[in-house]
């Protein structure tokens, strides 16, 4: 399996190959993780990427 920043990478990618802006579209993103340090690690990253965090 490939790396958590990979993965994140491609997901991303994917949402910027949309013909629609995705600066003008809503995203939520849910993630169900169990380990605090990955799930700390992908919540500060969302949030350098401009994403807000609804709950902790």
């Known amino acids: ?3 958590l920043s990979e993965r994140i990478k491609k997901i ?5 190959k949309s013909k629609k ?5 809503l995203f939520l993103v ?3 993780i169990q380990d605090n340090k990955v ?8 949030i350098t990427k401009g994403c ?4 902790k």
């Open 1 to 3: 399996m490939p790396e």
């Open 30 to 32: 849910m993630y169900d």
């Open 21 to 25: 802006h995705p600066e003008k579209m």
């Open 12 to 16: 991303l990618e994917i949402s910027l």
């Open 52 to 55: 807000t965090r609804i709950q």
């Open 39 to 46: 799930r700390t690690q992908i919540a500060k990253y969302f």
